[in-house]
Structure formats: C-alpha cells, structure tokens
C-alpha cells in the first residue's frame, strides 16, 4: 500500500458507490493517487467506456469485492509515470484498456499486463467507445460464428453500443442484417447502422416478415443481448442448423429456454462471454489489433459517441437503464 502525502500524492476526481442501488447511488468526488509500483503505469484518463455491466455492478445485480466501489471498467488516456519493470510502455503512450473494474476516475493506477497501445490517428474518445464493444462484437461474427457473404443475421438491439458494431461488421462481412430495436426513434439509428430491415423489437407479424426475407429459409444466426424480452421468439425464426448466440440479458435472462425446440432443429446455442477468448496477452493483442484495424478500414463510419462529463454518471446510468442511449456512451473526466 502506498504511503500518500501532499508531495506524492495526484488529486483525480472519481465517482465512488458506498452501496449498491439506483444510479443516485452513484457519488462523484476526489481521490489522492500515489505513483505506480512494479508492472504498473499511471494513467491520466481521456474517456471512459460505459458498458451495460456497469450497471450490474451498480445495481447489485452483480456482486463486488468491497466499498467504496469505484465502478467501470475500460478507458483510454495517456501514461504519466512508468513503475519499475515496466519495459512495453513509457510516459507519454496513449493506451487503453478493457476489464479492469475502477475505470470511473481522471487518474488511476494499472498493471501493463491488459493494456494496449491505442494506434495513431484513432482518438482516445474513439478508443474507450470501442474496446469492451468492438471487442465484444469480433467475438461475436468471428469466433461463436464466422458470418460469411450471403448470411441473414439478426441483431437484437441494433442501436446500441455492441448492436450498432455487430451490425456494421456483419454488414462488411456480405451478410443481411435484421435488426430489432425498442422504439420508434431508434430506427434511425439502426438504419444508419446500415440494418437492411427494421422491426420494433414488439411488433406483431415479426415472424411472418422475417418467413418473406429469408423466403422461409429462416436465420443463420442470431445475435442476443436482450434475452428475456427477445429469445423465444428468436428461435422460431432459425433455420435447421443455425446459431443462437445470448451473449447478454439487458431485459433479464430468459424464461424458460425450449431445449426441445432447439433440438428439434439442430439449432446450436452458444452463451459466450468475452474473458474466456480473451485469456491471455497474445489474445488480447489479436482482438485489439483486429478491431483496430476494423475501425480503420472504415467499417464502423463515423462511430456513434455520445459524450456525459464523468460527473454525470448517474445521468448516463439512467439513461442507459431506461433505453434512452444509443451506440457507445463515453464519460470524460
Ligand atoms: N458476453 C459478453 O462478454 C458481453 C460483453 C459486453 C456486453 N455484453 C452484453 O451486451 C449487451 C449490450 O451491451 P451494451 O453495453 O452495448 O448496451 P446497449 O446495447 O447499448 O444497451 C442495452 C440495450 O438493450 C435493450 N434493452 C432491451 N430491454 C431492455 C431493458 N429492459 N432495460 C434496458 N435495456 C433493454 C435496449 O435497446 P432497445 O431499446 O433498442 O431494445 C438498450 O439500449 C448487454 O446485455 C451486455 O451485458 C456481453
């Protein structure tokens, strides 16, 4: 533990949770940073990621170590001290990371083991919009299913922060993407996504209109990170032999899953989460490097950010909890 006094010590605003709860939980104030011990840098923080886990952390849905908690977990910035045995990074680099809880802050402390270097002529606002999301996208169209020229896709959730890059990469990839979003005014944005077919996520008829464009083929797969509100009817729209991935649950987990109906159909369910490809330095490096080079190819357009100052969490929280957001959401210190 470092020993802090006013000569070592960085002030750095943070937002804090002294107990699990609704956004209000959420406390904006000051924390003292000390320099970075052995394998550790310390960052000054440009944006931070927000990402629909946060809010599980938030909430209670998901449990943590002990309080204060300081939620978050990606964020780009640039290096300002180097601990020792640091060798891969220097003071001055401009880096990001993913999945490291305690993103919520203007200055932190990190070991370099999870850091990436951020390539010049993407932005650290780019950076910290797109790792958990981009990340979690290539996971998805390249590793639980390979989309290919003359796939249909479907995308639940098609404006948001992982739809939004799921969409645009199948999209690239040659693939029909059906989308689904939750209201009217989000059909906008899944269009400008490039969705080539819009539904609301409720509306009658789905099946029947998915039967025409697929002209009763049915889906190659289908990408869920809705879950309860979304995957039974997910799954009469599948072909024989065709994927389900549920790779999240924003509207809870389902109810019951249909093991029969699956079965009936050879329809393989994958439930994938995103540590468990990306389990060491090498791993990392490849999917950084891909989605890097998925953004800089211009797959992803412009990327859809939208900005909170980090003092504005709870607002952020709020908004992305009531369906309000769209594509990758950024806190900046
Ligand atoms: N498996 C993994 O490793 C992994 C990694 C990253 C993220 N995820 C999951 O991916 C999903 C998307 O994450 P994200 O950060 O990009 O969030 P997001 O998609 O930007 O936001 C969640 C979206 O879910 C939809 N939704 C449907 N019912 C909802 C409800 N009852 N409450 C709130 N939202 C609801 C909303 O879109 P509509 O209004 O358009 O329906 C909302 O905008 C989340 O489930 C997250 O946990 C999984």
Request: hydrophobic content about 40%.
């Amino acid at each position: 533990m470092l020993d802090l006094n006013k000569e070592e010590a960085y002030r750095s605003s943070a937002i804090h949770i002294d107990r699990q709860g609704d956004p209000s939980v959420l406390t904006y104030t000051e924390d003292l940073i000390g320099e970075p011990g052995p394998g550790e840098v310390r960052i000054r923080q440009a944006a931070i990621g927000l990402n629909f886990v946060d809010t599980y952390f938030r909430s209670g849905a998901f449990p943590v170590k002990a309080f204060p908690y300081i939620p978050g977990i990606e964020a780009a910035g640039v290096i300002e001290a180097v601990g020792s045995w640091v060798t891969d990074f220097k003071v001055g680099d401009r880096v990001a990371y993913h999945f490291i809880p305690g993103a919520y802050a203007e200055v932190r402390i990190v070991g370099t083991h999870q850091l990436v270097h951020v390539p010049d002529g993407v932005t650290l606002e780019e950076a910290a919009a797109l790792l958990v999301k981009g990340f979690t996208a290539r996971m998805l169209v390249k590793e639980t299913y390979q989309v290919k020229p003359g796939d249909i896709v479907l995308v639940h959730a098609a404006a948001g922060g992982v739809g939004s890059l799921v969409t645009k990469w199948s999209k690239s990839l040659g693939a029909t993407v059906i989308g689904t979003v939750g209201s009217e005014g989000k059909k906008q944005a899944a269009l400008e996504n490039g969705v080539d077919h819009v539904f609301l996520v409720d509306c009658e008829g789905f099946g029947k209109s998915v039967a025409e464009i697929t002209k009763g083929e049915g889906i190659n797969v289908v990408y869920d990170g809705v879950g309860k509100d979304t995957f039974a009817e997910s799954v009469g729209q599948i072909r024989k032999g065709g994927k389900i991935v549920l790779y999240g649950s924003s509207s809870g987990q389902p109810e019951q899953i249909n093991h029969a109906a699956l079965r009936a159909r050879s329809i393989n369910m994958l439930t994938p989460v995103l540590n468990a490809y990306i389990t060491d330095y090498e791993s990392l490096q490849t999917f950084a490097q891909d989605t890097f080079a998925a953004l800089q190819s211009g797959i992803f357009g412009k990327l859809a950010i939208t900005q909170y100052p980090l003092s504005q969490a709870a607002q952020a929280h709020s908004d992305m909890e009531s369906r309000k957001t769209t594509g990758s959401v950024i806190l900046v210190p």
